[in-house]
């Protein structure tokens, strides 16, 4: 689980990266602001996860 503070009331909302690149909006606990990304974002959303995902398979490289 990642977590993105909420852009209205910056409390850290917690979300599954993959759930959301599928188009799952998430709600803030604490004001229930929707959490979503737009057609627009989802390239760039996919391609920083991928990114991550990366990273974590150079981690196990370096530290079997
Ligand atoms: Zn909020």
Redesign the pocket.
């Known amino acids: 689980m990642n977590t993105i503070p909420?852009p209205?009331?910056q409390?850290q909302i917690s979300f599954d990266p993959i759930l959301l690149i599928k188009g799952e909006a998430f709600t803030?606990q604490?004001?229930f602001?929707r959490i979503s990304l737009t057609q627009e974002s989802m390239p760039l959303a996919k391609a920083s996860i991928e990114k991550l995902n990366e990273l974590k398979e150079k981690d196990k490289t370096l530290n079997p």
Do not use: G, M, R
């Open positions: 909420c209205v009331c409390t803030c604490n004001c602001a």
